[in-house]
């Protein structure tokens, strides 16, 4: 008499981003802890995108724009450095300092600046981290702007550039900092 052995193969489907992916940062709570000084992080905004210099070799004057990144890179990273009155500078890092700044202007755009000349921050070279609930903050520069309220760093998919705006709660204007390796 034959005798048959039951078996069962169980094949499970993982669903949960990969670690280190932007899907995978924006879903993964963190407390909110104040930036550290000297770190080397990623900025992720809630709606998924991230800081990137634009295409080409990063120079002062260039602009910022933001995308939907897999995985950490080379020219998505920021060092960040306390400045004056609870102020941070976000240096670009591309594997190395480069000093360029992150830089917002009065009509709200967002550049790099060389920071090597300048022995003093200038406003727009200042962010302060407001926490912002669930382990996100809101970035507000402390540039002069035209309208009071304004000033907070956001990322609208449905604009090419992200720019300094009116401070609201909504995903594009909430960010987290993941630390690199």
């Known amino acids: 008499m034959p005798r048959w052995t039951k078996a069962c193969l169980v094949v499970s489907v993982v669903t ?20 550290v000084h000297g770190s080397t992080v990623v900025l992720l905004a809630a709606n998924g995108y991230t800081l990137l210099p634009v295409t080409g070799a990063p120079a002062a ?38 000093g360029l700044i992150l830089d917002g202007t009065a009509d709200g755009r967002l550049r790099l600046f060389d920071d090597k000349a300048n022995d003093k921050p200038l406003t727009g070279h200042r962010w302060h981290w407001e926490p912002a609930g ?12 035209t309208k009071p309220n304004e ?31």
């Open 16 to 35: 949960a981003p990969i670690a280190g992916s932007a899907a995978y940062l924006a879903a993964t709570p963190e407390p909110v802890e104040p930036p």
């Open 134 to 145: 669930g382990g996100w903050f809101r970035l507000r520069a402390e540039i002069q702007m």
């Open 61 to 98: 004057g260039s602009e910022v724009s933001a995308g939907r990144v897999p995985q950490a890179a080379d020219g998505q990273a920021w060092s960040l450095w306390e400045a004056e009155q609870g102020s941070w500078l976000m240096e670009l890092n591309t594997g190395t300092s480069t």
């Open 151 to 181: 000033g907070c760093l956001e990322v609208d998919p449905h604009l090419p550039r992200p720019r300094l705006t009116h401070c609201s709660d909504t995903e594009n204007q909430r960010w987290r900092s993941t630390p690199l390796p």
